[in-house]
């Protein structure tokens, strides 16, 4: 049943494989967890007979009309019973992680899996363990590296990850894949990256994830607004920011500002941005793989790694949330210089992403549960 889907084989397993997805958005912590897993549930479901189910809590902000409008089972969990705290991944289930996992053995009605893709920063090998008896193999997507996993596919996306990271932490059956060339990229994002490479317009992009909890993308607004060099703003935003109403009436005061709601062409649109101002996370790879360089505005502390080794890539340059005052213009400035130089930019963040990664981790996934 192995399936290269780099050269194209269409041909498709007699067998129907059962795969749930564990994975929870909100409010509080986005909408990246959703968005990567729904990449790889379409990329497995085009490569072979399948039937994807994804359990996700019912909490405020979440994505779950995303999971059905994409053709996914959704079960709904409980909604959250406790306050998450950012600060305590451990809190991000919004339940304890017994009842978390009593309650997805309940809902799963007796059903066996041929593998199980959890994506959560509160699970670890307790939970993986409960669920061994429905499950012939289990996955986890991972970047924090802070728990320990009983897993037999841990893919870590981020840049320059190395085993070392994880080796404390798994077992050693566990396959590892590790770095940017297994990010988790719609195909769109391959499909847009010569035209983004060549683009000439004076565009800028502004795009904070999906929910944008700290209301960046009004800080940023104010002062880009008053720059002359860029021609059109796009600024991307979900439905489900909580700040998307006064993002629009911004927009409706500035005809250069473009307001785009929870589009469906998001590639499309990055690609015809000259430069980006954004968050760090997933959003770091779609640019890369559309040759975009960024400012990125660092959130958290466990951001600041990875954005200090993009930004020695010369692909970003990063600043806080309290240096936006006084940061943000000379970044902007800098890049403006920095382009008019060189086209060197651009190769610099294809080789980080090529957009390739989805295939790369699709494959891995049929090799595991062949």
Known sequence: MSININKGNTETPTRLLNIAFRVDASLHIGSGHVMRCLTLAAAIRKAANVNITFFCRDAT???????????????????PKNTID?????????????DDCEEFLKLTAGKNYDLIVIDHYA?????????????????????????????DLLLDQTYQCS?????????????????????????EFLDFQKASIVK?????????????????????????????????????????????????????????????ISPSNIAEIMSTATLAIGAAGTTSWERCALGLPAVVIVQ?????????????????????????????????????????????????????????????????VLKVIE
């Not at 993986?128 to 009983?150: G, P, Q, Y």
């Not at 949330?321 to 086209?343: D, H, V």
């Open 123 to 151: 699970i670890d090998n307790h939970w993986h363990n409960k669920v061994k008896s429905i499950t012939k193999k289990i996955m986890v997507i991972d970047d924090l590296a802070n728990r320990k996993h009983n897993c």
């Open 86 to 98: 950012l600060k305590n991944y451990s809190s991000w289930l919004g339940t304890s992680i017994d």
């Open 163 to 187: 085993t070392v990271k994880y080796s404390h932490l798994i077992n050693n059956h566990t396959k590892l894949l590790l770095g940017s060339s297994f990010a988790l990229l719609r195909p």
């Open 200 to 260: 000439k317009e004076r565009t800028l992009l502004i795009m904070f994830g999906g929910t944008d909890p700290d209301n960046l993308t009004l800080q940023v607004l104010a002062r880009v607004i008053k720059l002359k060099y860029f021609e059109r703003i796009n600024v991307i935003l979900n439905k489900t920011a909580k700040n998307v109403k006064s993002v629009f009436n911004f927009a409706l005061c500035h005809k250069k500002v473009f307001l785009h």
């Open 61 to 79: 902000g979440n994505s779950n009309e995303n999971i059905i409008q994409s053709g996914f089972e959704l079960v709904r969990m409980a909604p």
């Open 300 to 364: 958290a502390d466990n951001q600041r790694e990875i954005a200090n080794a993009l930004q020695l890539a010369e692909v970003i340059r990063f600043i806080s949330i309290a240096e936006i005052e006084g940061k943000l213009i000379k970044e902007i400035e800098f890049w403006q210089n920095r382009l008019k130089l060189s086209n060197d930019v651009h190769k610099n963040c294809i080789n980080i992403c090529d957009g390739k990664g989805t295939v790369r981790v699709t494959n891995e």
